[in-house]
């Protein structure tokens, strides 16, 4: 038995496929491409997969991970081959190979979120005007359903900023994993609320949320 990691993006429309739909699509894909997949043992017998740190609904990314292990070999340029024919638009598998490391190291993930202005006033002078606060302050919901104050101000410290003609965007590394996870959908929305009470308005902000890597606690890419 041959343990593989496979690397794929998930992009475009594809970014609107559930995590369970994902998988679905993903155990559909291996048994069309022919791939010599391992069936866990048991009553209920079922092709072992395994995502590493599930991606949220309406994320894009370029790094997704996902680990299967074979009962036959094979190379593997050609199971990369034989995946991208069968899957959809907007999966596509980037490469396969032995893993390096164990899914619970991943600690960070790098993202790049693109904001674009949706009729907001002075929008790129005010998205910097928020940046530059002592602290970013957003409600986070626990594990229980609670709703918790934290302070995004430190993530940000090393955020890379860009500006161009029709958007703001802004690169960043945050905790990904366990209870500490911070989602990039926590500085949308403390974006847009800021925003909003400059404005005195009830504007909605366009994101575009991709994740572009995935890191272990070192920063080392995850392999």
């Known amino acids: 038995m041959r343990a593989v990691r496979i690397r794929f993006k998930k992009i475009e429309n594809a970014k609107y496929i559930s995590h369970l739909d994902l998988t679905r699509t993903m155990a559909r894909a291996v048994r069309r491409a022919g791939i010599p997949l391992w069936y866990t043992e048991g009553f209920n017998r079922h092709p072992y997969i395994t995502f590493a740190s599930p991606l949220s609904l309406g994320f894009e990314s370029l790094c997704e991970s996902m680990d299967i292990r074979l009962v036959e070999d094979m190379p593997m340029d050609e199971l990369v081959r034989r995946l991208n024919s ?119 902000l366009f994101c575009n949320i991709v994740r572009v890597n995935l890191l272990n606690g070192e920063g080392v890419p995850f392999k």
């Open 86 to 204: 069968v899957l959809p638009a907007g999966l596509e598998v980037i490469k396969a190979g032995e893993p390096v490391m164990k899914p619970k190291e991943i600690a960070f993930a790098a993202y790049r979120i693109a904001f674009q202005n949706s009729g907001f006033a002075d929008f790129k002078e005010n998205i910097r005007e928020f940046l530059s606060r002592q602290s970013i302050e957003a409600l986070k919901k626990t594990k229980k359903g609670d709703l918790k104050n934290v302070d995004l101000k430190p993530a940000l410290k090393n955020a890379a900023v860009r500006v161009d003609d029709r958007s703001v965007v802004i690169e960043v590394v945050l905790p990904c994993g366990g209870k500490d996870t911070i989602s990039p959908n926590l500085l949308c929305s403390a974006i847009n609320d800021f925003l909003n009470e400059k404005s005195g308005t009830e504007q909605k």
